[in-house]
């Protein structure tokens, strides 16, 4: 296909998401019933946010920067206040800190310029 048609290693993308529970970090605590007629439980302390990451790399090397999905409706001050966000990568306010075709679609479209990015 490269030589057929003239397709460069930066043409090749390779996009992946990965989620992510922010919150208290300690020990996790496993639940097992004595008749182990049920599967072991992981009981997660404290309350977890999920977040999402979609990241992207090229075939050359080249990376765009990143999308972070957080839980949230708006943009709120104080995630960017003291903090080492770059400031080319996107933060994206979603009802449940996951990613879907949409905001896949609009990240895309804020690369290519078009700023498809809404709050």
């Known amino acids: 296909m490269q030589s ?3 397709v ?4 090749f993308y390779n996009f992946d998401e990965t989620g ?4 208290m970090i300690r020990a996790t605590t496993v639940v097992i019933s004595s008749e182990r007629t ?3 439980k992981a009981i997660q302390p404290g309350n977890r946010e999920w977040a999402t ?3 992207c790399i090229a075939a050359d090397g080249y990376v765009l920067p990143p999308c972070l999905c957080v839980l949230g409706r708006h943009h709120l ?3 960017y206040a003291d903090n080492n966000i770059p400031e080319d990568w996107v933060v994206k306010p979603t009802d449940k ?3 879907d075709n949409t905001t896949g679609l609009e990240w895309l479209m804020h690369l290519n310029g078009e700023d ?3 709050d």
């Open 20 to 23: 992510f529970a922010m919150g």
């Open 4 to 6: 057929k048609y003239g």
């Open 77 to 79: 001050a104080t995630w």
């Open 97 to 99: 800190g996951w990613t």
């Open 38 to 40: 049920a599967r072991a």
């Open 116 to 118: 498809g990015l809404s």
């Open 53 to 55: 990451a979609i990241c």
């Open 8 to 11: 460069q290693p930066g043409d």
